[in-house]
């Protein structure tokens, strides 16, 4: 499943910053453009498997996962 984020990106001094606006905490900080997407792309899939992983130890068992189109 694909989904679409929006990165907040910027150039600061030597580096360039940026944030995933739909994911708080998925943030990152890189010498180049490119390195920066790669990194904020990173961040999100680490926290949303962070944040599926908690989900999954809250339901515990007996659980149905659905798709949602948001």
């Keep these: 499943m694909k989904?679409?984020?929006t990165a907040i990106v910027k150039k600061d001094g030597?580096?360039?910053?940026?944030?995933?606006?739909?994911i708080p905490g998925a943030n990152a900080q890189e010498r180049s453009k490119d390195e920066l997407i790669i990194s904020l792309r990173a961040a999100?899939?680490?926290?949303?498997?962070?944040?599926?992983?908690?989900?999954l130890k809250e339901a515990v068992s007996d659980f149905e996962e659905i798709a949602l189109v948001v």
Excluded: P, T
């Design 3 to 5: 989904a679409e984020f």
């Design 44 to 55: 999100a899939r680490d926290l949303m498997d962070i944040h599926r992983q908690a989900a």
């Design 14 to 22: 030597d580096w360039w910053v940026g944030w995933i606006e739909e």
